[in-house]
Antibody, heavy 122, light 108 residues
Framework: QMHLQESGPRLVKPSETLSLTCSVS??????????WGWIRQSPGKGLEWIGT???????YYSPSLRSRVAISVDTSRNQFSLKLSSVTAADTAFYYC??????????????WGPGTMVTVSP | SSDLTQDPAVSVALGQTVTITCQGD??????ATWSQQKPGQAPKVVIS???NRPPGISDRFSGSYSRNTASLTITGAQAEDEADYYC???????????FGGGTKVTVL
């Protein structure tokens, strides 16, 4: 059974870069059938898709975050990572890593990490 | 527009049926996926694509479509169905994902 686990600093200062890593166990990140993504949820708010990466490095980013986001993959470690630059208090949120299935006519986030709360504060 | 619109909250009596909706232009072309989120937990998919239920998901959950609206129906709602429900779908490009604002379902 596949598991995803987020790791990284829980506290980031304004204007700095938020960095998180997702470790995948129970399966290979190099599967051709799936992509790997990040989703966040501000306290008491809804879900927001941040972006997605394929194991060969192709990336897709939310248009609203594209200028500040970079998602990369490390197949040797079975991990993928998120970097979000120039953070503000508005980036304080629960961050989830997910397995992202992309069918022709729909997307499904079928496996989720437990999530990690990241706070942006001086 | 790539936005998906959901009603913020609905309530249903125990054992009755409730339908929540998700409206957006991209749903004229693409399917929605519905996820259930309980407090303190990560979301879990209940319906994806054209009414596909993952293993282990109750057949109380079903999906349907009409024009630009996707619907999730809970037939015979149980107390454990009380949760937030989110739809998501591709935007008009097909490459990006948009979420609806979520619907809080209360079982009375």
């Amino acid at each position: 059974q596949m598991h995803l686990q987020e790791s990284g600093p829980r506290l980031v200062k304004p204007s700095e870069t938020l960095s998180l890593t997702c470790s995948v166990s129970g399966g290979s990140i190099s599967s051709s059938n799936y992509f790997w993504g990040w989703i966040r949820q501000s306290p008491g708010k809804g879900l927001e898709w941040i972006g997605t990466v394929y194991y060969v490095g192709d990336t897709y980013y939310s248009p609203s975050l594209r200028s500040r986001v970079a998602i990369s993959v490390d197949t040797s470690r079975n991990q993928f990572s998120l970097k979000l630059s120039s953070v503000t208090a508005a980036d304080t949120a629960f961050y989830y890593c997910v397995r992202h299935g992309r069918a022709a006519l729909y997307h499904v986030f079928d496996i989720w990490g437990p999530g990690t709360m990241v706070t942006v504060s001086p | 527009s790539s936005d998906l619109t959901q009603d913020p909250a609905v309530s249903v009596a125990l054992g009755q049926t409730v339908t929540i909706t998700c409206q957006g232009d991209s749903l004229r072309t693409y399917y929605a996926t519905w996820s259930q989120q309980k407090p303190g937990q990560a979301p879990k998919v209940v319906i994806s694509g054209n009414n596909n239920r993952p293993p282990g998901i109750s057949d109380r959950f079903s999906g349907s479509y009409s024009r630009n609206t996707a619907s999730l129906t809970i037939t015979g709602a149980q107390a454990e169905d009380e949760a937030d429900y989110y739809c998501n779908a591709p935007d008009s490009s097909g490459d990006h994902v948009v979420f609806g604002g979520g619907t809080k379902v209360t079982v009375l």
